[in-house]
Structures are given as C-alpha cells and as structure tokens.
C-alpha cells in the first residue's frame, strides 16, 4: 500500500485496500463507563454503563471490592497502578482483563484519576472503563503481521548474504526459523531429479525429541510418493490435516518421507523461471487441524529465497570447477610460433555473481 510507517495501515492481502487501522473500529467500541471506589478498593459508587461491562446491575456493585472483577494474571499491575495514582495524584492508564458476573472475560482500557472527597475526608479513585477487546484483537494482528514481515525480510537478506559455500548451513538455520514461526515440530527441504524422476531430502530441522530422518532418505521414485507428486505437478501447495492423515490414504508417504507421529503436514512446491525443483515440507505433531494462510504467504517467500541460493550455489560451483580446469589445463601446442601468446582463463568472476 506504500505506506512508510507501520502503524498507518493494515497489510493489504488480495489486492484489497488499505484502510487506517482504528477506521472501523472509532464507532464500534462501547461508550465509557465510571465507577468509583476507595482506598481500600471498595466500590462507592457505579453507572449503568460500567455495570453493564461487567454483566450485573449498579446496585449489585455497591460495597464490593473491585479486584473481584480483575483477571488474577493482572492483579499486581492493577495494584501497582492503584498505588502510584494515590502516591502522586497522577492519571493512571492502563489495561487489563477484566471478569463479567458469567464469568467471561474482556479486554478493558482504565482511566484512572484521583479524586478528594473532602466532606467524608477519604481519598477515592474514578475508573473510566471501556471495551477494548475488538481493538486489542486488531493491534495483536497488526504486531503479528510485522513480525511475520521480519521473518520475510530476514530469511530473504540472510539467503542473499551468505556465500555459495555457507548455502546449506543457511538453509538449516531458516529451517529452523520457519518451524518456530509456524509451531511445528519438522521442516524439511527435498529437491527432485526431473531426468531420474527421483527425490531427496537435502536439509531437515527438527525440535529435541524428534530424531530426523534424512540420512535414511537418499532418494526415493516419485511414483511412490503420489500425493508429493501430484503437488510437484500441479504446482499448488498440499495441505494434509489431522482427519485426513488418519483416514489411511497417506500411510505410505507417512512412512518414506514423515517421522513418525505426524497429525498433520504440508508441502510447499520451489518454482524458479517455470519449472518445480523441489519443495518445503513440515510435520505437524501437535494437534493443527487448521493453518494460518499467512503461512502459505510465508513459505511462498521462503521458497523463491532458498531456490534462488541453490541456483546460485550450483552456479558458482559450476563455473569455479571449469575454471579450475581451465587453469590447470596446459596450453601449448607443438606448432605454436615463439611470437603466439597463449591464452589463459580470465580471472574474474562472472557479471551475474555482482547480481
């Protein structure tokens, strides 16, 4: 969408427009509600609007501690708050989970002020309270998307930077990354042999506990990898979920090119100029009976990056061993003329590294 700082705008996905994050949400949030209480954390007085966020009537409110309805994980930092505002008189903002009488539980932004009541002579606190469980979902998903941003840029800098020889240890360590990233427990790259029709793991990552099984996969026919197949021809991703996994139809892919225990996986096909060189893989063993789309956004970007390296290794390699030869060949013939130069390979590298 072209905006420069992030908090101007959500990520436009599908070729939708971009809207100011709080747009839709400005008329939506619930009107404030006050509620007034002491020192010692007894509620004095309420308004309709502050019991109604808390699912009970004002009268029902009165003579009770208000730390009754504050989530337990955000007692201290209500306390905390509650402290410094009569300490030093200063506004208090801050926002925590606050308890219906059902039970239910919603995100609250509190405005704290001070107040004296000077004909009962006792110091009390004015708590404005709104509903800000819609907009905390949004700033969550806002944070998410950068950070999967992060992760985007990341691996992408990390595959350009590194060295044709550093390639391999590279794709592990971002491996590595997109499994955290996505919470499974396995990823994996293969790349396939399109004359010997043949596949291959080439990297694998997995968490402790899960013993990795590349070194048990050389390569493996295509044909006996059906569904690995069909991805590679059809050029769209394979997303297998747990039901799916369990209706047996997999059990001889599970097998091959799986470890064991896994509920749920996905293939993600390598494409570069056209053709499919191989894919992203990740195991699931944790219960995932639904995918993030992000992901698929994610290891899209991956993808183009680790196949872009690998080209760009076999290239160097490639051209480093005929240049080799190159100087190792001797140049000489027996009718070369004294005056007859010979020529020698340039040592300079090719004008596509530069790129």
Not at 252 to 278: C, D, M
Not at 320 to 349: F, G, M, Y
Request: aromatic residues 8%; contains cysteine.
């Amino acid at each position: 969408c072209g905006a420069e700082t992030v908090h101007v705008c959500l990520e436009c996905e599908g070729g939708g427009i971009a809207a100011p994050i709080f747009d839709d949400l400005t008329d939506a949030e619930s009107p404030p509600g006050y509620t007034l209480i002491t020192s010692n954390g007894l509620i004095i007085d309420t308004d309709p609007a502050s019991a109604a966020l808390l699912g009970t009537l004002p009268i029902a409110l009165i003579g009770k501690p208000f730390t009754f309805f504050v989530e337990s994980e955000d007692l201290v930092d209500f306390f905390i708050h509650r402290n410094t505002l009569f300490a030093t008189h200063k506004e208090q903002n801050l926002e925590i989970r606050l308890r219906r009488k059902d039970r239910s539980t919603f995100n609250a932004k509190l405005q704290c002020t001070f107040i004296r009541d000077w004909e009962k002579n006792t110091d009390c606190m004015r708590i404005a309270i709104q509903d800000f469980t819609k907009r905390r979902r949004v700033l969550d998903q806002l944070g998410y998307q950068l950070d999967l941003k992060n992760i985007i840029r990341s691996i992408t800098a990390n595959m350009i930077r590194c060295p044709a020889r550093e390639v391999d240890v590279s794709l592990t360590r971002e491996l590595k990354t997109l499994a955290v990233f996505t919470e499974v427990e396995r990823t994996y790259l293969g790349i396939i042999d399109e004359k010997k029709n043949n596949f291959s793991l080439t990297q694998e990552w997995c968490v402790t506990g899960i013993k990795p099984i590349r070194k048990n996969v050389d390569s493996i026919t295509l044909n006996r990898l059906p569904g690995l197949k069909k991805t590679i021809t059809s050029g769209k991703l394979l997303l297998v979920r747990e039901g799916e996994v369990k209706s047996g139809l997999w059990d001889s892919e599970l097998n091959r090119i799986h470890v064991a225990g896994t509920k749920s996986f996905a293939y993600f096909p390598l494409q570069a100029n056209g053709p499919i060189h191989g894919v992203i893989g990740c195991d699931a063993l944790k219960e995932k009976s639904d995918w993030d789309p992000n992901f698929f956004h994610l290891f899209q970007f991956a993808g183009a990056a680790f196949m872009h390296a690998i080209l760009r290794k076999e290239n160097e390699i490639a051209w480093l061993n005929r240049h080799k030869q190159a100087l190792c060949k001797t140049i000489s013939s027996s009718d070369q003329t004294a005056d007859q130069v010979a020529i020698q390979p340039s040592e300079t590298t090719p004008a596509s590294w530069n790129t």
